[in-house]
T-cell receptor, first 115, second 113 residues
Framework: DAGVIQSPRHEVTEMGQEVTLRCKPI?????LFWYRQTMMRGLELLIY????????DSGMPEDRFSAKMPNASFSTLKIQPSEPRDSAVYFC?????????????FGPGTRLTVL | AQSVTQLGSHVSVSEGALVLLRCNYS??????LFWYVQYPNQGLQLLLK??????LVKGINGFEAEFKKSETSFHLTKPSAHMSDAAEYFC???????????FGEGTQLTVNP
């Protein structure tokens, strides 16, 4: 299995531009999580989906952030417009379910730099 | 609300020495507990977890952790450090009634030759 796939691995953009991060979960996994990692705030859960439905988006920082999961094999996290404070590493993770008995497998992350 | 505190953002040990990374949690009920490792430029990998049962949990790469309810702790140990253990380690908690993982600030482990 290829594991969780994220693209791009690195993204550099200018303030005000739209940014779209992509994630392909492990085949057969029905839960998907988006995390953000910064020096200041550490690792934070932004949103998670179960069976393609958003379950908890309380971690999404503001309306500039949106996430979708149109099917079981693809999810996007969009920032529009982007700001320098959005610079971070964004991780996607997937699992067989949301129970703690189901391990979350993390992708390699997308390092976003907003100038 | 639950929270996780990792004592020491940086820990340095010599190769072959004991590794001890500390984690304390705050939760209204005993949660599920996890340790993850992150190597440079990679995602997180699960080392071990405690859900129920035996309070001493063994994980990959020779690591283990003990859940101590009275001390609200879940410290990670390894008897003998290896150079390949150099990484960042995260403790995390998950409430039994929810799905959200809450992570600690992380501890950077350095192993000196």
């Amino acid at each position: 299995d290829a594991g969780v796939i994220q693209s791009p691995r690195h993204e550099v953009t200018e303030m005000g531009q739209e940014v779209t991060l992509r994630c392909k979960p492990i085949s057969g996994h029905n839960s998907l999580f988006w995390y953000r990692q910064t020096m200041m705030r550490g690792l934070e859960l932004l949103i998670y989906f179960n069976n393609n439905v958003p379950i908890d988006d309380s971690g999404m920082p503001e309306d500039r952030f949106s996430a979708k999961m149109p099917n079981a094999s693809f999810s996007t996290l969009k920032i529009q417009p982007s700001e320098p404070r959005d610079s971070a590493v964004y991780f996607c993770a997937s699992s067989l379910g949301t129970s703690p008995y189901n391990e979350q497998f993390f992708g390699p992350g997308t390092r976003l730099t907003v100038l | 609300a639950q929270s996780v505190t990792q004592l020491g953002s940086h820990v340095s040990v010599s190769e072959g020495a004991l590794v001890l990374l500390r984690c304390n949690y705050s939760s209204s009920v005993p949660p599920y507990l996890f340790w993850y490792v992150q190597y440079p430029n990679q995602g997180l990998q699960l080392l071990l977890k405690y859900t129920t049962g035996a309070t001493l949990v063994k994980g990959i790469n020779g690591f283990e952790a003990e859940f101590k309810k009275s001390e609200t702790s879940f410290h990670l140990t390894k008897p003998s450090a290896h150079m390949s253990d150099a990484a960042e380690y995260f403790c995390a908690v998950q409430e039994t009634s929810g799905s959200r993982l809450t992570f600690g600030e992380g501890t950077q482990l350095t192993v000196n030759p």
